[in-house]
DNA sequence: TGAAATGTTGGGGCG
DNA sequence: ACGCCCCAACATTTC
């Protein structure tokens, strides 16, 4: 009789999970193990809202193998010596994990495997994660890229279509005795109830990730291209923390999306395609560049003259309280939900690291804390992206008006109303920008500036100039 | 996956 | 009728 062990990570479901496959497959006893490392003193454990997240994910996932035979089983702790006591008490064979790419996490797992593998067990590891995983992409010299679009026409030439695995039938038995903590007891989510918006705001696991698909390849994904920049309608697919903890998989999304579909996927469909291929990108660029979650990916913005003494600043951003609607809109619809809508993120973090010279990786750390998506690779990538020091990164140059921004991209003011209450009164002419809004007609709108509601934090036009001068210093640095 | 400054054009008011 | 100026509206350039 064999005994395996598989190992979940971020890969929180049963189907399209080829390690669960293999491992149900091949051992007459399957371990489902779940090991959470609560180690404060990384710099990038898990944040709280993410924890909120694998809280619901783990309950859900226990749930689904309880619903076709054992149970997950829970630990807490380093999983090495965790992984070596169950394989030793319970006569373990083979080991099976997903593979995740994080540098730490590589490294972990290098270490996991060379460890097994001297010890005489077998480990398999698969992809579960990516359609293409980063090194099965590369220019013609055998380099990483470095920008995306190549990066994309390679992926599209490799064809976006990978066929996802099934769940299996049943799962194999527990073997006897196997302890378990329980979920409650890792203490996931808040002591403090923060939290309550999120339960009005997420469905969480394998389920509901296939159903929120489903739901947009119905409504928004045929109007996506344009309609995924507008805050205030729901136009996006709000995959983001299921693919994140692996609820779903990316090769699951493109195949129903190029499966189903009567009429092809055209122009809306590929643009969705595009973003799952830059959630690709990501892991590519920090997999073959690990320095870029801390330093800068164009060196020569090591020396970009950040503001010091900025601590009152970053606190009004992140509060919501920088006096432009629509990124305070975000900033709040962040602290409720747990997710702010894309063209929000570029916008307010425009105005963190241009206008307020903030270093981004303030931005980067505050998401990462309250975001149930924070996923490190895009993370890194997407805040590089707006300070301009990333691999292809948006041009120093390019700074958000939040103002123009806020008119055009939610010109009725819906977003605002509904995160900015103190505002919601207000006409669309002056919803973005209330300072400007006659004294009788913000009465007349209940709004009492600096009462209700801050005037704008910085001058745009003054802090725009300042950030020109001071970016365009690097641009003109040698490499 | 910008915005502002600058340049160009053409219709209309006016002497 | 004609030229001149003004200034939207649009295009191009610059950061």
Redesign the pocket.
């Known amino acids: 009789m064999t005994t395996a062990i598989i190992w979940f990570r971020r890969d929180l479901r049963l189907s399209d999970n080829p390690a669960l496959l293999a491992a149900v497959e091949r051992a007459d006893f399957v371990i489902p193990l779940y090991i959470h490392q609560s180690r404060l003193d990384q710099p990038w454990s898990i944040g709280s809202a993410s924890r909120w997240w694998l809280h619901q994910s783990l309950r859900a996932l226990d749930s689904s193998i309880r619903s076709v035979g054992s149970g997950l089983v829970i630990r807490q702790g380093e999983p090495l010596e965790i992984l070596r006591e169950i394989a030793a008490t319970h006569g373990v064979q083979s080991v099976y994990w997903n593979r995740l790419y994080d540098p730490d996490e590589v490294a972990r797992d290098t270490h996991i495997k060379k460890a097994f593998k001297d010890g005489g067990l077998a480990v398999e590891t698969f992809n579960s994660a990516l359609l293409y995983e980063p090194w099965e992409i590369s220019r013609s010299g055998g380099e990483p890229y470095r920008v995306f679009t190549p990066f994309w026409k390679a992926m599209q030439a490799l064809g976006l279509k990978r066929a996802p695995e099934p769940a299996p039938a049943t799962m194999s038995p527990l073997p006897d005795g196997v302890r378990s903590d329980s979920i409650d007891s890792l203490e996931l989510l808040p002591r403090i109830p923060w939290d309550q918006g999120f339960y009005e705001s997420w469905s969480v696991g394998e389920a509901a990730a296939y159903a929120r698909l489903s739901e947009f390849r119905n409504t928004a994904l045929a109007h996506y291209k344009t309609g995924r920049d507008f805050p205030g309608h729901v136009g996006t697919s709000r995959l983001s923390p299921h693919l994140h903890f692996g609820e779903i998989s990316p090769r699951q999304v493109v195949n129903l999306l190029l499966h189903d579909l009567d009429f092809g996927c055209g122009t809306d469909c590929l643009s969705y395609l595009r973003?799952i291929a830059?959630r690709e990108f990501a892991v590519h660029l920090l997999f073959h560049f690990p320095h870029t979650i801390d330093s800068p990916m164009d060196a020569r913005f090591k020396g970009l003259p950040w503001r010091k003494d900025y601590e009152n600043d970053l606190k009004q951003w992140q509060r919501g309280l920088t006096g432009f609607p629509i990124i305070d809109a975000g900033m709040r619809e962040l602290w409720h939900t747990g997710w702010m809508h894309?063209?929000v993120r570029?916008i307010a973090a425009s105005l963190l690291t241009k206008n307020l010279l903030i270093p981004w990786h303030e931005g980067a750390r505050w998401f990462w804390d309250t975001l149930v998506d924070a996923d490190l690779a895009s993370n890194t990538m997407g805040w590089q992206w707006t300070a301009g020091c990333g691999a292809d990164a948006?041009p120093y140059?390019?700074?958000?008006?939040p103002i123009?921004?806020g008119e055009?991209f939610d010109p009725q003011g819906e977003y605002i109303r509904r995160w900015v209450p103190e505002l919601s009164a207000l006409s669309s002419r002056f919803i973005h920008k209330p300072w400007e809004a006659s004294e009788s007609l913000l009465a007349d709108s209940d709004v009492k500036l600096e009462k209700d509601y801050p005037r704008p934090m910085i001058d745009?036009?003054e802090s725009?100039e300042r950030a020109?001068t001071a970016f365009?210093v690097i641009k003109s640095s040698a490499l």
Not at 397 to 401: A, G, K, T
């Open positions: 973003e830059w894309n063209r570029m948006a140059f390019r700074i958000f008006n123009l921004q055009r745009l036009k725009r020109l365009g």
